[in-house]
């Protein structure tokens, strides 16, 4: 198919047309968070192979700093689902935490006598979160490919220090995402996203305007209007004053008013990812980090002699970068 024909707004109209180029497409295309799983297991051998693919990604200097706790135990799942307050993760078969490791590296590095200072660097925290979510993301296309749906969950934020006493995760070991994997018990809604127009540059950074924006948005969303009340109106005013002071606060309200309902980036900002909550706790995760070893956001202090320059080894060879 002539990939200018590929729909950007994707939807049940083009998935009953079966209008993609190749199974990889469709899969792709397709795709779904599942919440809903049938009590069908996943056999050992299939989910191997998915292990198999998502190891087998893409990941900075071929390191692989993760490592997958793989959680089939009923016990263990329902409590997950308690402490995320997401009772479906305990009817997942199999859940799988996806962790940063540079436990296992370090421990290499000791064994070998190779310096190490990974937990320390924000550069390898960068790469290793991405290496991390890149193979997660391929066990969920793997999964795909069987007919296993997944859903992510990103709350397990939350509870970092609970899922490593539970888990037994060792300092350099940091949970980043749990994985839901399971047959789906009911058809998956295909959810509208913004298209590769707005997406994608060419070229270069280029501003959308204004009125395109909030077309784009309203079309993502089906022009979504969310009910007001006096409790909802109550707390977006709270967010908003606590933001951005009052007029901003008299000036959202007003807006409200005057059309009568909370569009979806009010809900998002002011109600659900409420916007005087989100960055609540900041300072917490950087203790967290340090709880689980990392200290990249220090000023950096090695304890060894410092070295000058041309004293290190040379630097050819074919590393993998
Ligand atoms: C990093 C990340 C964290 C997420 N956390 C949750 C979660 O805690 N609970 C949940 O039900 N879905 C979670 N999701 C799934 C999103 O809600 C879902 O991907 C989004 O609504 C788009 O729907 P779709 O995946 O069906 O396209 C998460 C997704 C990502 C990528």
């Known amino acids: ?20 180029p190749n199974e990889t497409m469709k899969l792709l295309m397709e795709r ?62 199999v859940n799988l935490l996806f962790c940063i490791d540079w436990h296992r590296l370090e421990k290499w590095a000791r064994l070998e006598i190779a310096p190490f200072s990974a937990r320390d660097s ?21 999964a795909d490919s069987f007919g296993i749906g997944s859903v992510y969950i990103g709350t397990v934020m939350d509870i970092m220090i609970e899922v490593r006493d539970m888990f037994k995760l060792p300092k350099g070991v940091l949970p980043v995402v749990l994985l839901c994997l399971g047959y789906p018990k009911s058809e998956l809604m295909v959810r509208r996203k913004l298209g590769r127009e707005i997406v994608v540059h060419e070229e270069e950074y280029g501003e959308i305007s204004d009125a395109r924006l909030k077309d784009a948005y309203a079309e993502k969303y089906h022009h979504a209007k969310i009910e007001k009340n006096k409790e909802r109106l109550e707390r977006i005013r709270e967010v908003c004053l606590k933001i951005h002071g009052n007029s901003f606060a008299d000036e959202c309200v007003a807006d409200i008013e005057n059309k009568g309902h909370i569009s979806v980036a009010q809900r998002y900002f002011g109600l659900h990812y409420a916007a ?37 080894g040379n630097n050819e060879g074919t590393e993998d970068k």
Not at 122 to 142: E, G, K, L, P, V
Request: aromatic content about 10%; hydrophobic content about 35%; some cysteine.
């Open 32 to 93: 779904a968070s599942c919440r809903n799983f049938s009590d069908r297991k996943i056999p050992d051998d299939v989910m191997n192979q998915i292990l198999d693919a998502g190891i087998h990604a893409a990941t900075g200097g071929n390191l692989q700093p993760y490592s997958i706790i793989k959680i089939q135990s009923e016990t263990a799942s329902r409590e997950l689902g308690d402490m995320c307050g997401q009772k479906f993760i305990a009817k997942a078969p």
């Open 276 to 312: 005087d909550i989100m960055p609540e706790g900041n300072e917490d995760f950087l203790l967290i980090m340090k709880e689980f070893g990392f200290s990249w956001f220090e000023k950096y202090n090695p304890k060894g002699v410092q070295v000058t320059q041309n004293q290190g």
């Open 1 to 20: 198919m002539n990939k200018d024909k590929m729909p950007s707004h994707h939807g049940f109209k083009e998935k009953a047309a079966g209008i993609y």
């Open 122 to 142: 924000f550069r390898h925290f960068w790469i290793s979160f991405q290496d991390t979510i890149i193979c997660a993301q391929n066990i969920c296309t793997a």
